[in-house]
């Protein structure tokens, strides 16, 4: 009996001192697809805990913007969520006409759900593509990328940029789609489906694939909520909020679509959301354009559209108009709003409070990656160092926005 009391006891001590490992994955780790760091203790290959530290880029965005005139915020909300810069551009957009009351025009509101759709498009065709990769499939990332080229051809086109895009201004546009933007569209809408279709033929029913991702990085709906997720990630854990139907703006309510939604939250189901909402995408845009009003291209908001620059030359008023707009001497009403899009990774907001003078009182971003990132760690327990690379893609964390 004495023996098997000592035999226990040493047992339990050798538990007390189970050694584990820790890894520093980040912060310029390339699996992380960004600066950010993860701390993980790791007994053997399973994760056992996992300790975040994120503000690496973290460049002060809402300071900044409280220094800055409204119409001189748009380039800063560019570096957010670079890969659907666009989205980030007119939700902005749409937070100051809302402070300001400004009615926007038919025909700039289904413009304006053309270029967001384009950059949903290419948000989720980088994570995906990025799945495939971090499962071993480097040619989906690959033919993909081309595709993504013929979107930013479309940006070049209209507004002179590419990746930070900068498109469009408070009020509408800067300037109507050429012949020329809508012949690319048309390309676009014409060779992607075929693109799409074929990538999905890659992975969706690769056993390999499959197994790698189904199972793996999972949350639950009601754990999802709790952690305030939106977006895919939301949808993908089996949750029907979209905020272009629950709050529709630019006229969404016009458009007849679908919100794929998954069962199990894991990396296979966000996967499959974001590829059915490329689909869906295209089809809202094919409806816009079927669809587009006539009329300007941008509202009656003298205070914040530059006038046209032969008018400037030979018109004092339009000189005023020129010289008040771009030196930011424009006052704006008071009061206190929040306007949210549905972004490429989910809910993002604007709350801006306004106290009358040229640059916002106070302003907040909710950044999308910012909300879900901490519940990384509980997601990636228990598993094991391949999937928690998985996990992070499938989330598609945007260190730019994370930080912001």
Same mark, same amino acid.
């Given at each position: 009996m004495e023996e098997v009391k000592q035999s226990d006891q040493a047992y339990h001590y050798q538990e007390e001192e189970k050694q584990y490992s820790y890894l520093n994955l980040g912060p310029t780790h390339p699996a992380t697809h960004g600066i950010f760091q993860n701390v993980l203790k790791m007994d053997g290959e399973i994760i056992v805990d996992a300790e975040p530290t994120i503000g690496y880029i973290h460049r002060a965005f809402e300071k900044l913007s409280e220094r800055r005139p409204f119409n001189q915020i748009t380039p800063i909300t560019d570096r957010m969520n670079y890969c659907s810069a666009p989205i980030n551009n007119m939700g902005w957009h749409m937070t100051v006409e809302k402070l300001i009351q400004a009615e926007i025009p038919k025909?700039?509101?289904?413009?304006?759900?053309?270029?967001?759709?384009?950059?949903r498009i290419?948000?989720?065709?980088?994570?995906?593509?990025?799945?495939? @990769?971090?499962t071993g499939a480097l040619t989906g990332f690959v033919y993909m990328f081309q595709q993504r080229e013929l979107v930013y051809e479309i940006y070049e086109e209209i507004c002179g940029a590419r990746l930070t895009s900068n498109i469009g201004r408070i009020g509408g546009f800067e300037r109507d789609f050429s012949p020329k933007a809508w012949e &690319?569209? %048309?390309?676009?809408l014409k060779e992607f489906p075929k693109v799409l279709k074929e990538f999905e033929n890659l992975l969706e029913r690769n056993r390999i694939f499959m197994d790698r991702t189904i199972g793996v990085g999972g949350i639950t709906g009601e754990r999802a909520l709790e952690f305030s997720f939106s977006g895919p990630n939301l949808r993908a854990a089996g949750v029907d909020y979209d905020v272009r139907v629950a709050k529709p703006y630019s006229s969404y309510e016009d458009f007849d679509f679908t919100i794929p939604i998954g069962t199990n939250g894991d990396?296979?189901?966000?996967?499959m959301v974001r590829q059915g909402e490329m689909w869906q995408s295209l089809?809202?845009?094919?409806?816009?354009?079927?669809?587009? +009003?006539?009329?300007?291209? %941008?509202?009656?908001? +003298?205070?914040?559209?530059?006038? +046209? &620059?032969?008018?400037?030359?030979n018109n004092m008023e339009a000189l005023i108009y020129?010289?008040?707009?771009?030196?930011?001497?424009?006052? @704006?009403? &008071?009061?206190?709003v929040y306007h949210c899009v549905e972004g490429g990774?989910?809910?993002?907001g604007f709350y801006l409070i306004s106290d009358g003078g040229r640059t916002p009182y106070r302003l907040h971003m909710r950044r999308p990656c910012f909300i879900y990132y901490q519940a990384y760690p509980e997601m990636i327990k228990g598993s094991m160092l391949s999937d928690a690379i998985l996990t992070m893609s499938s989330m598609n964390v945007i260190a730019g926005e994370l930080d912001a």
């Open positions: 025909r700039v509101q289904y413009m304006r759900v053309i270029i967001m759709e384009l950059a290419t948000d989720h065709l980088i994570c995906n593509a990025v799945i495939g @990769v971090d &690319k569209i %048309h390309r676009f990396v296979y189901d966000r996967f089809s809202i845009i094919e409806q816009a354009i079927k669809n587009l +009003p006539d009329g300007p291209f %941008h509202g009656k908001v +003298p205070d914040f559209y530059l006038p +046209p &620059k032969e008018e400037v030359y020129h010289f008040k707009i771009v030196m930011g001497e424009t006052d @704006v009403p &008071k009061g206190e990774n989910g809910e993002l």
